[in-house]
């Protein structure tokens, strides 16, 4: 049987190129999406389209109960998880001082909770098969900092440590954990983002060049295919942090 691979947040940017390219790759994909109904079903429908199937689950990853459901749903259909992409997240533009107890406790749940409670339900069964990889959808700005996205920032700096903990901790059961942190890519988060800005970040690059989610794409399918690679932050970035 192909490898049943989770992307969560797969509905749009990074995590719909990793869930599109794998299907057209022949895994077994759970698409997870919270919100965005209307975008997941173009994906499946694009891909129908091509004689390929993609498996789509509703989900709010940042709430315990609904991350085991979803894991448990992959078991039960399935039989076994052999990858988890934790992509799904999101983003806020706000000055330290502005953000509230509100928005840090958003930010937090939706990009470092659902990744520990994904993790802990898919490591579960992974642990029974000695057998797994875990991936994580970290960001640039977990190793730089982002002014005026410091809970972000926060958050993904947590998965990084998630990653490295948890890497020392099951690689005795041939389970792997990695995170991916991309530079500025060409996606709906960054939608913000005016022509100027972009030109900006091209200066402050080396390569000169906006990724795009293809890049980072890549990155997840070398992980997927590598077996001596663990704990580490891989960060596509163009170069400009080094």
């Known amino acids: 049987m192909n490898k049943v691979v989770i992307v969560t947040g797969a509905s749009r940017g990074i995590g719909r190129n990793i869930a599109y390219n794998l299907a057209i790759d022949g895994y077994t994909v759970i698409a997870n999406y919270n919100k ?7 994906l499946k429908n694009e891909l129908m389209g091509k004689n390929i199937n993609i498996d789509i689950y509703k989900a709010d ?3 315990s109960r609904e991350a085991r459901n979803l894991i448990n749903y992959a078991i039960e259909r399935y039989n076994k998880i052999d990858v988890l992409i934790n992509n799904a997240g999101i983003a806020e533009e706000k000055l330290f001082t502005d953000v509230t107890d509100d928005d840090f406790d958003i930010m937090l749940k939706n990009n470092l ?3 520990f409670y994904l993790t802990q339900e898919a490591v579960k069964f992974m642990l029974k098969e000695k057998n797994g990889l875990i991936i994580n959808i970290s960001s640039i700005y977990a190793l730089s900092g ?7 920032s926060m958050a993904k700096a947590g998965v990084d440590g998630l990653t490295k903990s948890l890497a020392k901790e099951l690689g005795p059961s041939n389970i792997r954990v990695n995170s ?3 530079g500025a890519i060409d996606t709906d988060m960054n939608s913000n983002l005016t022509e100027e800005d972009w030109n900006e970040v091209k200066k402050e690059t080396p390569l000169g060049k906006i990724g795009r989610p293809i890049d980072i794409t890549r990155c997840v399918k ?3 295919e590598d077996e001596f690679t663990t704990g580490q932050v891989i960060s596509p970035n163009g170069g400009i942090v080094i």
């Open 113 to 115: 909770y659902s990744v």
């Open 180 to 182: 991916v942190a991309p």
């Open 36 to 42: 965005s109904e209307e975008e997941i079903m173009k």
């Open 222 to 224: 070398w992980l997927i």
């Open 146 to 152: 982002g002014s005026c996205e410091v809970p972000y």
């Open 61 to 63: 990853v940042s709430k």
